[in-house]
């Protein structure tokens, strides 16, 4: 497993899931009287692309602040840098993308971008970060419930240690009548 293959994160649905939503939203929110046509269509796929690309930036930005600042080391520490980090870097991409592409692809102006896709994109990012941080802990969770079930069916099958004189013996649990 390499280091950008995280294997940790069960987050692919999410990937898939939440980008699109959110660049529907950021439409639905930036631009009046919108108009299904292929202008609509092409400029619907370029923000899809930045936003997969902003997302896979912030994701990369939470893999590598669990390798080098796990939340078991300063929780505050780390959630001080998930709060920043993988919010305002993806943001500053965002931002040379588009200024990069009204200057060589779009031809109509960025009337309200920095006063409404700015905004957009610092909650997709706020947004993103959130829930990689939920996801960890959540995933925390469930290998320690399972770490739990493992003992406790290791346990039920070895049974119990007895002293018997000098000697320690097992009882398995199934030979057990009463106490």
Do not use: H
């Amino acid at each position: 497993m390499t280091f950008l293959q995280n294997k940790f994160y069960n987050d692919r649905w999410i990937r898939v899931l939440v980008v699109p939503v959110f660049t529907a939203l950021g439409y639905y929110v930036t631009y009046n009287f919108i108009q299904f046509n292929s202008e609509f269509a092409l400029l619907f796929i370029s923000d899809l692309i930045k936003g997969f690309i902003l997302w896979e930036l912030l994701r990369l930005c939470v893999i590598v602040l669990d390798k080098y600042f796990p939340w078991e080391g300063v929780p505050l520490k780390r959630l001080v840098l998930q709060l920043l980090l993988p919010v305002f870097l993806p943001l500053a991409i965002f931002i040379l993308l588009v200024e990069l592409e009204y200057l060589f692809i779009r031809e109509f102006p960025n009337e309200n971008f920095y006063s409404l896709d700015v905004i957009v994109v610092l909650i997709f990012s706020l947004s993103g970060s959130l829930i990689y941080t939920a996801l960890y802990f959540f995933q925390k969770y469930e290998e320690t419930r399972k770490l739990q079930e493992n003992l406790a069916r290791k346990a039920a099958k070895e049974g119990i240690t007895v002293k018997l004189g000098n000697k320690e013996i097992k009882i398995a649990f199934g030979q057990i009548l009463a106490f």
